[in-house]
């Protein structure tokens, strides 16, 4: 490994995320949380969206969506993904790579009690992926579980509604500089432990 490399960087990718990550929040990046997830079906075929980070460690990256949607069955049948920070307010990017798995019950459990009430409905009310003829079925699917759970203080998380934890093997630092003379660290997790190398940006 690169001996410079080694003394400009953290050793632990996490803690320059987080470190990125904050510096965006206080430079009022919009959405500094919102990644684009990449997933494959199990023939290969990519589709990306834009979803919301809701935790982070150094055991990976949670995100909460309906496992029936079509990133749901990919991750099902293909659990490796890439996620994508593009946060031009400060000029980095984040990408990172990995294998992706549903975070236990509990944990979603944990988080469900926190949406606010109306998303907790709406997460049941919308078949999420599939087809919809017209805007009022949304709201007619959307009123009758209003009315189901009228009477309960609180709402249960459907089953189809998880977390999921993409852990990560690769993570890359992207940093604009003038003339496109950029700088791009790649971090590569084996044997359990990170090794940076500087890239051609």
Not at 61 to 67: E, L
Not at 110 to 123: F, H, L, M, N, V
Not at 134 to 141: G, H, K, N, T
Request: charged share 25%; with cysteine.
């Amino acid at each position: 490994m690169n001996e410079d490399v080694q003394t400009q960087t953290p050793k632990n990718p996490s803690d320059w995320v987080r470190q990125i990550l904050t510096e965006a929040q206080a430079k009022i990046q919009p959405n500094p949380w919102a990644m684009i997830l990449a997933t494959a079906d199990k023939e290969g075929k990519p589709s990306s969206r834009t979803v919301l980070l809701k935790q982070f460690d150094e055991a990976g990256f949670v995100f909460f969506t309906n496992s029936q949607s079509r990133k749901g069955r990919h991750l099902a049948d293909n659990p490796f993904a890439s996620l994508t920070f593009y946060l031009p307010t400060i000029k980095k990017q984040i990408q990172v790579e990995g294998k992706v798995a549903m975070i236990s019950p509990s944990e979603s459990d944990d988080y469900w009690q926190t949406r606010p009430r109306e998303s907790q409905i709406g997460a049941w009310a919308s078949a999420q992926s599939r087809k919809i003829p017209d805007d009022e079925e949304f709201e007619e699917r959307y009123g009758g579980f209003e009315k189901r759970f009228a009477d309960s203080e609180s709402i249960p998380r459907p089953a189809h509604w998880n977390g999921y934890r993409l852990v990560p093997t690769q993570i890359e630092i992207w940093m604009e500089g003038v003339h496109r003379l950029h700088r791009r660290y790649s971090y590569l997790r084996k044997n359990g432990s990170w090794c940076v190398s500087r890239l051609f940006p």
